[in-house]
């Protein structure tokens, strides 16, 4: 399986720290942000672009076909979920290739597109998250 787990800096960890102790607010914020990192990484492939907003290459399929790279059955990205943790969240999938084409193969002429992680729009995101949950009473 390839995955991600939350990071982005100390603002992120100090602010889940406050969560930790409350066992309600922390499955609504691992749910809330799983939900919303399945989405962010769901546009990258909309988008066609990577972590930092980058064009991926096209594929040589893609090109071809006149499609779109990584959307020829849409396996890849109808995958994608997460994992409501007691201290966090993890999204992925368990799609075979999906390491190869995040990662590449240049033994098989396979580009890099990365689309899992999180960018500092992410970051913002799950920030936001925290910040709702703490404000508001469940």
Same mark, same amino acid.
């Given at each position: 399986?390839?995955?991600?787990? *939350?990071?982005?800096?100390?603002?992120?960890?100090?602010?889940? /720290?406050? !969560? #930790?102790?409350?066992?309600?607010?922390?499955?609504?914020?691992?749910? !809330?942000? /799983?939900?919303?990192? +399945?989405?962010?990484?769901?546009?990258?492939?909309?988008?066609?672009?990577? @972590?930092? &907003?980058?064009?991926? %290459? =096209?594929?040589?399929?893609? %090109?071809?076909?006149? /499609?779109?790279? *990584?959307?020829?059955?849409? &396996? !890849?990205?109808?995958? !994608?979920? $997460?994992?409501?943790? =007691?201290?966090?969240?993890?999204?992925?999938?368990? +799609?075979? $290739?999906?390491?190869?084409?995040? $990662?590449? @193969?240049? #033994?098989?002429?396979?580009?890099? &597109?990365?689309?899992?992680?999180?960018?500092?729009?992410?970051?913002?995101?799950? *920030?936001?998250?925290?910040?709702? %949950?703490?404000?508001?009473?469940?």
């Amino acid at each position: 399986m390839i995955d991600a787990n *939350l990071s982005g800096g100390d603002e992120i960890i100090r602010r889940l /720290g406050a !969560l #930790y102790f409350d066992n309600q607010k922390m499955q609504k914020f691992s749910r !809330l942000a /799983g939900a919303e990192m +399945v989405h962010q990484t769901e546009e990258r492939f909309y988008n066609q672009h990577d @972590l930092g &907003r980058q064009p991926w %290459i =096209p594929s040589q399929r893609a %090109i071809a076909d006149q /499609g779109k790279t *990584l959307r020829d059955t849409g &396996r !890849l990205m109808a995958s !994608l979920t $997460y994992i409501a943790l =007691p201290d966090g969240v993890k999204w992925g999938t368990n +799609v075979v $290739y999906a390491k190869a084409m995040h $990662y590449g @193969l240049p #033994y098989r002429n396979v580009t890099p &597109r990365p689309f899992i992680g999180m960018n500092d729009d992410d970051r913002a995101s799950v *920030l936001n998250i925290i910040n709702r %949950i703490m404000d508001v009473d469940l």
